[in-house]
Every structure is written in structure tokens, then in C-alpha cells.
């Protein structure tokens, strides 16, 4: 049951080349939930993508949180096509922490110190 209305058929008049389709399916669903897509710098909402025809390649971005940023290159195939990626947690791990600078404010924007 989806309700969208058939594309294309009211209008015959239009030619113009169709958008190449482009879906996303992401994993695991935890990083699906709250994924944000990002095709060519452009935010999409959900996972389908339109591309203008005629794109060679798209570059994605995709991020989650509680979940590394991905960022690949794919070539576009055909009018449309599936993108499957598996997102990697970030690790909570606490050797990653850059080591804390005694000489630096640790806001980096304060400034009130000196009244």
C-alpha cells in the first residue's frame, strides 16, 4: 500500500530524461533510524535519492550518531539503482580522546577570565 500517485502519466508533454533513482539501505537499522544522506553536499530526506541524468558519479556522506561518518564515491549504473553500506560504530574506546592541553581554556571560546 503505498499511495503515490502514478508519475508521468497526466502530463504527456513532458520529455525531459528521468532522474536516475537511487536507493539507500543502511546498516545495521540502529544507524538507519537517524542516518542523514548527503548526495553530492545536497541532504536527501529518507533513503531514495534523484539524480540528475546524465551523473557519472555520486559522492555520499552519510552520518548517524553513535556512528563513524561514511564517505564513498559510487559510480552511477544504469536509470536505477540500490546502495547498500554498513556504518561502523564509533568505538567508545578512551585512548581516542585527543590528550587534554593544561594550557588551554577547555571552552576555547572563553574569554571571561580577564573582568
Known amino acids: 500500500g503505498s499511495a503515490a500517485p ?4 497526466a502530463a504527456p508533454t513532458v520529455v525531459e530524461a528521468k ?9 545495521p537499522d540502529a544507524a538507519a533510524k537517524d542516518v542523514k544522506i548527503t548526495v553530492d553536499g545536497n541532504e ?5 535519492a534523484e539524480i540528475a541524468p546524465g551523473t557519472k558519479s555520486i559522492k555520499v556522506e ?3 550518531s553513535g556512528y563513524r561518518t561514511y564517505e564513498k564515491k ?3 549504473v544504469g536509470d536505477e539503482m540500490g546502495i547498500e553500506f554498513e556504518m561502523a560504530k564509533r568505538s567508545s574506546g578512551s585512548n581516542i580522546r585527543p590528550p587534554k592541553r593544561p594550557d588551554r581554556p577547555p571552552s576555547g571560546g ?6
Open 6 to 9: 502514478a508519475a508521468g502519466s
Open 19 to 27: 532522474k536516475i533513482k537511487v536507493t539507500f539501505n543502511v546498516k
Open 44 to 48: 536527501i530526506t529518507g533513503a531514495i
Open 62 to 64: 552519510a552520518k548517524a
Open 74 to 76: 559510487f559510480d552511477i
Open 110 to 115: 572563553g574569554g571571561l577570565i580577564d573582568i
